[in-house]
């Protein structure tokens, strides 16, 4: 590819080199899902979702010193399609809402460890618990919305674990790694937009 085609095709997808700062990205949360599973008895997976969220994402592979994350989950937005556990789940025996009603992420520096991947060093926050957090991510896709000329759009995958415990989640007899396992793979996929 030449010289100009290549920087047409860096303009069109939002990342020309004189932009000054990566574009802010929207979320569309119809194609967006924040979503988790744990073992049950350490035998059964069972899955869940946080349905309300906020994502602040300044983004561009060519310029990640200015990229940033920003993340706000509203845990009493649980659903693992059963009511009850998800009352559970709210109470003080692990989330505790009433106390705690976000779970947070805010990126200090974004890398590039391989091709489209990526890794967002920062903290992470659960129940008043600040841990340093690597959430590594990768970038699925751009493409220019049919219906929209003007608007490109991007795809993002996150795949990684927590340990339930470094953060509090579980007391009294749910601190038992028998009963729900300590370790939580998490899974996100993530549609953006932007008017480049």
Do not use: C
């Not at 590819?1 to 569309?28: E, H, R, T």
């Not at 993340?71 to 399609?81: A, F, G, K, M, Y």
């Not at 920062?122 to 003007?150: A, C, K, S």
Request: glycine share 4%; hydrophobic share 40%; proline share 4%.
């Amino acid at each position: 590819m030449n010289i100009f085609l290549a920087s047409i095709l860096m303009i069109a997808l939002g990342f020309s080199p004189l932009q000054l700062d990566p574009p802010a990205w929207n979320v569309d949360k119809s194609h967006t899902n924040v979503g988790f599973t744990v073992k049950h008895f350490q035998v059964t997976p069972v899955q869940g979702e946080f349905k309300e969220y906020d994502v602040d994402l300044k983004f561009s592979p060519d310029d990640l010193e200015n990229s940033s994350l920003s993340v706000v989950i509203d845990v009493n937005s649980i659903d693992t399609d059963n009511e009850r556990r998800d009352g559970h789940l709210k109470s003080e025996d692990f989330f505790n809402v009433a106390e705690f009603s976000n779970i947070t992420f805010e990126s200090q520096s974004i890398e590039a460890v391989g091709e489209n991947q990526f890794v967002a060093k920062g903290q992470l926050t659960m129940r008043d618990v600040i841990q340093d957090f690597e959430l590594p991510f990768t970038l699925l896709g751009l493409v220019q919305n049919p219906f929209n000329e003007n608007e490109t759009v991007a795809a993002f995958q996150s795949e990684f674990q927590i340990n339930r415990m470094d953060y509090e989640v579980g007391q009294g007899d749910w601190i038992a790694n028998i009963i729900v396992a300590h370790e939580v793979d998490v899974e996100l996929l993530v549609e953006v937009n932007a008017e480049l």
